[in-house]
Every structure is written in C-alpha cells, then in structure tokens.
C-alpha cells in the first residue's frame, strides 16, 4: 500500500503562482510513475501532468503546458509547479501513484494509489 499526501492549495489571483507537494509513504518501492490530476466543480476528474520514477518520461495535459511542472526528489517526494494561474485552473488537485504506466497519457485508471487532494482557487 503507499498513502499519499498533498499540500501547498490555497488561494492565489490570476497569473500567480503554486507550489503543490505530494509526499508518499509505505510501499513505494512498487511506485513507478507520479500524476497530478484535478477536478472542477461539476466536472469529471481530469489529468494534469505526469512523471517517471527516475524524473524522466514527463507528460502534461495540453491546458497546462508551457505553466505547470512537474517535478520528483525521489521516490517520496513529487511536486507540481503551477504558474501563470488561470480561473479555470480553480480545483482540488489530487497526486497519484502508479505501478504500471510507462508512456503516453495516462488516465486515471492507471493509478492505484491517491491522495486526498488539495484545494487551489485562482481568483480573478
């Protein structure tokens, strides 16, 4: 099992930026990939961005290219950077782990283990 933490959600005006942290515990050796999903009021869960176990093989959703990164220190620790925040950025931002993605998009069915999110509202 890996529990998973987020922090770093709050509220920022547009074109500000956030730092998400997403710390993960227990059975780590089985994690290979880290995602970032989120999901808007009256919205489906969406995915954000991506990352490898060694940090490579990134992938990002195409809203977000160009301002969000994501980032690992290790097995433990995997970050989003989110500038240039939009309004529709606004959602509770949820880290997940993976055992089994590889490459491409990933889809939430992809991921076996989640957090319980973190709130970011981008005002205007």
């Known amino acids: 099992q890996v529990q998973l933490v987020e922090s770093g959600g709050g509220l920022v005006q547009a074109g500000g930026s956030l730092r998400l942290s997403c710390a993960a515990s227990?059975?780590?050796?089985?994690?290979?990939?880290m995602g970032w999903f989120r999901q808007a009021p009256g919205k489906e869960r969406e995915f954000v961005a991506a990352?490898?176990?060694?940090?490579?093989?990134t992938t990002y959703a195409d809203s977000v290219k160009g301002r969000f990164t994501i980032s690992r220190d290790n097995v433990k620790n995997t970050y989003l950077q989110m500038n240039s925040l939009k309004p529709e950025d606004t959602a509770v931002y949820y880290c997940a782990a993976s055992a089994t993605w590889r490459w491409g998009t990933p889809g939430s069915g992809d991921f076996g283990s989640w957090g319980q999110g973190t709130q970011v509202t981008v005002s205007s």
């Open positions: 227990g059975r780590t050796f089985s994690v290979y990939g």
């Open positions: 990352i490898g176990r060694s940090g490579g093989s």
